[in-house]
C-alpha cells in the first residue's frame, strides 16, 4: 500500500516542475537589461516668416524626419510642433504615434512625445502648466503664454518594466517664469514617478548654471555629464529664432535621468540637407539609454 505516494510523488514532480518553467517562460522579462534611443527635439513652429525665407515646414518637414528616422530614435519628445505638423510626421515616421498636447498663445503648440508602438505601449498620460496653478490651463508668473509639461507613462512591451518620459517646454524671454519652472517640474516629477524610473527632457531654454536646472538635477541627472562614452557633436543646442545655419549658440536642451537609466552615450546631431540648412532651429540631443 505504501508504494502508491512513492508512484504519485514519481509522476507529479516532474509534471510540477515543467509547469514552474514554462510559468517563468511566460513571464514578463523584467531581468533582461533594455535600452533604447531617446532624444528631445524642437521642430519649430511653422510662421509666416519662415516661408517667405525659404524655411518652411514643407521644405523642413522630410529632412527633419529622415534624421530621426537615420539615428533611429526609439522615442522623440518634440516641443512647438503644430496639429497639421505632427500629423505631417505620423506620415513620413511609418510605426510610431505620439502622446502630446498643446500650449503656447492660442494653444497651436504642443509638446508631442513620438514613440515607437513596436517597442512602447502607453499606459497613462498627463499634462501640468508651468505657472502658480499647474494643474489648471494657466500662464505662470512674469510669461506671456502658457508652457506645459507632458507626461507619459509607458510599458516596454514584452516585459513589466515601466518609466515616465516628461517632456517639457520652458518659458524663453523673462526670468521668474524660468526659475520658478524647474523646482516646480522636480516636485511634480517626485509627485507622479514615486520614484519610478522616469525621464526629462525638452527644451529648457535655460543653460546649466541657472537655478531652474539646478533644481531639476536635485531630482535626475543630465546625460550630458553621466555618458559612458565620451559625448559627440557640438555643445550648443540652440541656433536662434528662426535660424537654420550657423553655429548652436547655447546647451539648453536636455535628457536628465533618474538612477535606474544608464547613459550609453550622448550625441547632439547636427545633420543638414540643402544649401547646407538645419531641419529646425534647435539641434536635436539624443542618448541610448539602459534600464
Known amino acids: 500500500m505504501k508504494v502508491f505516494p512513492l508512484i504519485i510523488a514519481t509522476v507529479l514532480l516532474p509534471l510540477l516542475s515543467c509547469s514552474a518553467q514554462d510559468t517563468a517562460m511566460d513571464s514578463p522579462r523584467d531581468t533582461a537589461e533594455t535600452s533604447f534611443r531617446a532624444a528631445t527635439y524642437n521642430i519649430r513652429y511653422n510662421p509666416a516668416e519662415d516661408v517667405a525665407s525659404g524655411n518652411g515646414w514643407k521644405v523642413r518637414r522630410e529632412p527633419l524626419a529622415q534624421l530621426i528616422s537615420r539615428h533611429q530614435f526609439d522615442l522623440v519628445a518634440t516641443q512647438e510642433g503644430d ?38 505601449s502607453v499606459l497613462d498620460k498627463g499634462v501640468f502648466w508651468f505657472s502658480e496653478t499647474p494643474d489648471v490651463p494657466s500662464i505662470g508668473w512674469d510669461a506671456t503664454d502658457r508652457r506645459i509639461c ?7 512591451n514584452g516585459t513589466d518594466k515601466e518609466f515616465f518620459v516628461f517632456n517639457v517646454h ?14 516646480l517640474l522636480a516636485k511634480k516629477i517626485k509627485e507622479i514617478t514615486k520614484g519610478a524610473p522616469s525621464i ?18 536635485e531630482v535626475l541627472s543630465d546625460a ?11 555643445e550648443g543646442t540652440n541656433l536662434g529664432g528662426g535660424v537654420f545655419e550657423g553655429n548652436g549658440k547655447n546647451r539648453i536642451d536636455y535628457i536628465f535621468v533618474s538612477p535606474q537609466f544608464g547613459v550609453e552615450d550622448y550625441k547632439v546631431i547636427s545633420d543638414t540637407y540643402g544649401d ?16
Request: hydrophobic share 35%; with cysteine.
Open 83 to 120: 496639429s497639421g505638423q505632427l500629423s505631417d510626421l505620423l506620415g513620413l515616421l511609418p510605426g510610431f504615434d505620439y502622446v502630446g498636447f498643446p500650449y503656447g498663445g492660442n494653444d497651436m503648440h504642443f509638446c508631442a512625445t513620438f514613440y515607437k508602438k513596436d517597442l512602447f
Open 150 to 156: 507632458t507626461w507619459t507613462k509607458f510599458r516596454v
Open 170 to 183: 520652458f518659458y524663453w524671454r523673462l526670468e521668474t517664469a524660468k526659475r520658478e519652472s524647474g523646482p
Open 200 to 217: 526629462a527632457l525638452g527644451d529648457f531654454n535655460s543653460t546649466d548654471r541657472t537655478s531652474q536646472i539646478q533644481a531639476v538635477e
Open 224 to 234: 550630458f555629464d553621466m555618458t559612458k562614452t565620451p559625448r559627440q557633436g557640438v
Open 276 to 291: 547646407a540648412k538645419y531641419p529646425s532651429d534647435h539641434l536635436p540631443v539624443t542618448s541610448m539609454l539602459s534600464f
